[in-house]
């Protein structure tokens, strides 16, 4: 089973820095594109963050919201993918979530890292 272990989140004030960490087992990692997602308070939808794709090709994109702050990378070797996160603003206070593009459909979530920016 494809398993999601999301880590690094905390409580940081605006402007600070954190950066995340996702650890997947259960797929071939080097082989899928993965994406962070964030679901903000009230909010039952996950908003996409940004992709890396797969080893072949190692382009990443961020969305709009977060371009110029948010950086996501990946380390093979160690199954894990990253999303350094700088210039944090309250509204990127969230439960961040990492899975796979082409495995979002099957509604299989870990258990989120808590992300609060607030003085």
């Known amino acids: 089973q494809v398993q999601f272990v999301e880590s690094g989140g905390g409580l940081v004030q605006p402007g600070g820095s954190l950066n995340l960490s996702c650890e997947v087992s259960?797929?071939?990692?080097?082989?899928?594109?993965l994406a962070w997602y964030r679901q903000t308070p009230g909010n039952q939808q996950r908003q996409w963050i940004a992709?890396?794709?797969?080893?072949?090709?190692?382009?990443?994109k961020v969305g709009s919201g977060v371009d110029g702050r948010f950086t996501i990378s990946r380390d093979n070797a160690k199954n894990t993918v990253y999303l350094q996160m700088n210039s944090l603003k309250p509204e990127d206070t969230a439960v961040y979530y990492c899975?796979?593009?082409?495995?979002?459909?099957?509604?299989?979530w870990g258990q989120g890292t808590q992300v609060t920016v607030s003085s």
């Open positions: 899975n796979a593009p082409d495995l979002v459909a099957h509604n299989n």
């Open positions: 259960g797929l071939p990692f080097s082989e899928y594109a």
């Open positions: 992709i890396i794709w797969s080893s072949k090709n190692t382009n990443y």
